[in-house]
């Protein structure tokens, strides 16, 4: 990993999940989502952005996260550009963005939270808990990512 990581940090459930702040294009607060037949179960729907057609992920249905109940809590759309392709990434809070040295970053364990350590990065403790960083990039394999594509343009 650089010197240093810029990373847009978000709570998914219990855990606190980190991604690198080049990958985000901007943070939506929850919008209507229309849901689509025959989308994968972690697919929550399309939802416009600005006359731009964008699939939803859920990472709770994606990992099998428990969602926290948290009245009041800022949940919304991280739009990601993965290879040129706009995903939304449902989240049930944004936290903040952090600067992370390299030195911080110490390798994913073999399983955390139900997410396996092909798509962390890295951790970084902070306290008593954990930042997990994740690996955007690789979490959807090449299929997937077809699939993805397919449901926004069956819109």
């Known amino acids: 990993m650089a010197d240093q990581n810029q990373l847009v940090t978000f709570q998914l459930g219990e855990e606190l999940y980190g991604i690198n702040i080049m990958d985000v294009k901007e943070i939506v607060r929850v919008q209507d989502v ?4 025959n989308a994968p179960s ?21 990992f099998h996260l428990r969602k926290t109940c948290e009245d009041g809590a ?13 995903l939304g990434v449902l ?5 903040r963005v952090l600067t992370v040295a390299g030195a911080e970053v110490q390798p994913p364990p073999q399983l955390l939270s139900g997410i396996g ?11 008593e ?3 997990i960083i ?11 990512l077809q699939k993805i594509a397919a449901v ?4």
């Open 34 to 37: 229309r849901a689509i037949p």
């Open 42 to 62: 972690y697919v929550e729907g399309i939802f416009n952005l600005r006359s731009e057609i964008i699939p939803i992920i859920n990472l709770h249905k994606r």
């Open 74 to 86: 800022l949940s919304g759309f991280i739009i990601l550009d993965i290879d040129g392709m706009k």
């Open 91 to 95: 989240i049930d809070r944004v936290s």
């Open 117 to 127: 350590a092909e798509y962390i990065r890295g951790v970084v403790r902070r306290g």
């Open 129 to 131: 808990r954990y930042l």
């Open 134 to 144: 994740l690996n955007i990039r690789d979490l959807f394999n090449p299929k997937e």
């Open 152 to 155: 926004r343009n069956e819109a």
